[in-house]
């Protein structure tokens, strides 16, 4: 615990690079977290599971499994941030990154003072749910898709949809204002931070995944409607 009495946020750092590791580190570590590291993909599974981070700064390109795989298989078990490091260029990298898992990117090259303000933006918001209480709401209801914001839940008639944080987030925000239209921004603005900066259409394949798990389909969609020139609304059902 800190001088405050507060446990410090944990953060898995996983680059082979090991000075730039460090360095990431070192800084991450005087903004108030406690930092470990992995320098290949089986340790960066193996230190996932042994340590439950509250987030993840994983590089792409690692040996003995990539970051992709490392990705993959670190959402089998954990519900923690994952920020990618990306190349300057590697936009399909960055995508499959996003399909698989990862909440958010950032390109290389960066400044470290940035990559620590893209930890604090989704450090601010909460892992998990908060405890239910009487007074919070009943389930949104879209024709066969229930949604429980308060335990963060998701059923398709009645059977279990396991989303990532940022997918669960972007339907609370959509199923909390159905006949609103929200643009990409709006949308980054809400689930991400206002300070967020980046490629806005890291919504469009969000939304993407998102649609997938829920069998969706964009040209007929039932839950997730676009609307050309301004960005999402729900659907019906």
């Not at 680059?15 to 406690?34: C, K, M, Q």
């Not at 599971?49 to 690692?62: F, N, Q």
């Not at 798990?213 to 050309?228: A, G, H, Q, S, V």
Request: proline content about 5%; some cysteine; overall charge negative.
């Amino acid at each position: 615990m800190n001088s405050e009495g507060v446990q410090p946020t944990k953060v898995l750092v996983v680059d082979d690079e090991r000075a730039l590791a460090a360095v990431i580190a070192s800084y991450l570590t005087r903004a108030g977290h406690h930092v470990t590291q992995a320098h290949t993909g089986p340790d960066a599974v193996a230190q996932a599971r042994a340590e439950d981070p509250d987030v993840i700064v994983l590089d792409l390109g690692l040996p003995g499994l990539d970051g992709i795989e490392v990705c993959r298989q670190i959402r089998t078990f954990s519900d923690c941030y994952i920020l990618i490091l990306t190349a300057r260029g590697d936009e399909v990298d960055r995508l499959i990154g996003l399909s698989v898992g990862a909440d958010d990117y950032l390109t290389k090259p960066f400044s470290n003072r940035e990559l620590v303000a893209r930890v604090q933006t989704v450090l601010r918001r909460p892992r998990r749910p908060p405890a239910a209480t009487p007074a919070m709401e009943e389930h949104r209801v879209f024709g066969d898709l229930r949604i429980d914001a308060a335990g963060h839940e998701v059923w398709i008639a009645d059977h279990p949809v396991a989303l990532t944080r940022t997918e669960f987030d972007i339907l609370d925000v959509l199923s909390a204002q159905p006949r609103v239209a929200l643009s990409r921004r709006q949308l980054i603005d809400t689930v991400w931070d206002t300070a967020w900066v980046g490629d806005e259409h890291v919504v469009d394949v969000h939304v993407a995944n998102l649609r997938k798990k829920l069998d969706d389909d964009p040209t007929e969609p039932r839950y997730i409607t676009t609307i050309r020139g301004v960005g999402y609304r729900m659907g019906r059902g």
